[in-house]
């Protein structure tokens, strides 16, 4: 079985920056695109960056140029490194995958526990 766990998460000032990291266990699939998800609050879950398996990238546009998302596939690892945080940056933090079942032949959708950022002076 696959799972996810995110880590990284903390209390920082405005203007810092924090690394996001997302482990994935288990064996018997491949990996196929990967995604951070943030939810605040009170507000539904929102995409922040995504990472295709070939390393196309996508953020939202309320991260764009202060966030960073990359991939390590040889070590089922994934970042999110995050600059210039603000306060409205302060959510839980999802990792999403979607992976592949080769022995099964079937794709499935895993996401992590989520590590909490939060952004205060």
């Known amino acids: 079985q696959v799972q996810v766990v995110e880590s990284g998460g903390g209390l920082v000032q405005p203007g810092q920056s924090l690394r996001l990291s997302c482990v994935v266990s288990?064996?018997?699939?491949?990996?196929?695109?990967m995604a951070w998800y943030r939810q605040a609050p009170g507000k539904q879950r929102e995409l922040v960056a995504s990472i295709t398996n070939d390393g196309t990238t996508d953020y939202a546009d309320f991260v764009r140029g202060r966030f960073s998302i990359s991939r390590d596939d040889a070590n089922k690892t994934a970042y999110l490194q995050m600059s210039n945080l603000k306060p409205e940056d302060t959510a839980v933090y999802y990792c999403h995958y979607n992976v592949f079942y080769t022995y099964r032949d079937k794709w499935d959708s895993i996401w992590g526990q989520g590590t909490q950022v939060t952004v205060s002076s």
């Open positions: 288990g064996s018997g699939f491949s990996l196929n695109t």
